[in-house]
């Protein structure tokens, strides 16, 4: 089996997250594809659709703000969720530009991603709630984050 990881190189936890994914992966006998897109694409992830993918790919695994971009390509997409910036406990720290471009930029594409995914992993139970609250999908997979206990 061959996983492809497109990601938008963010600076933030979830680079972390996917260079972990591929290294698990490779661990167990997976053979994975990790290609870095510019973090100008976070504004248009549509964008990756069109990249060259790598050859003999089964299954694409996105972040949840940009799987919407792969699906329909003919290939099984998977959704990870690291949390949703539209849980109503967010409201009191965003400010109001993270605010509307979350609802502007974000919301819709990651509904239909969430939706429209073959599978959707969770970060914690708290995610997954969230998720169904507000995506409404029910089918969700949690797999907790992992901490390097050896650096931390």
């Known amino acids: 089996m061959k996983v492809w990881l ?4 963010t600076g933030t936890g979830s680079d972390v997250f996917m260079e972990r994914l591929a290294e698990g992966l490779l661990s167990v006998g997976v ?6 897109f510019p973090r100008q694409l976070e504004f248009f992830p549509e964008a990756m659709r069109y990249a060259q993918r790598p050859s003999d790919i089964d299954v694409i695994h996105a972040n949840s703000w940009n799987a919407h971009a792969f699906l329909g390509l003919g290939l099984p997409v998977v959704a990870s969720v690291f949390h949703v910036v539209h849980d109503p406990a967010f409201r009191p720290y965003k400010s109001l530009a993270q605010s509307l471009y979350h609802r502007l930029a974000i919301s819709w594409r990651e509904r239909i991603g969430v939706r429209g995914s073959d599978a959707v992993l969770a970060m914690t139970e708290h995610v997954a709630g969230t998720i169904r609250d507000y995506f409404g999908r029910e089918e969700i997979r949690v797999i907790p984050g992992w901490v390097d206990l050896q650096h931390f």
Do not use: D
């Open 6 to 9: 497109p990601t938008i190189r």
């Open 31 to 36: 053979s994975v594809e990790l290609t870095w």
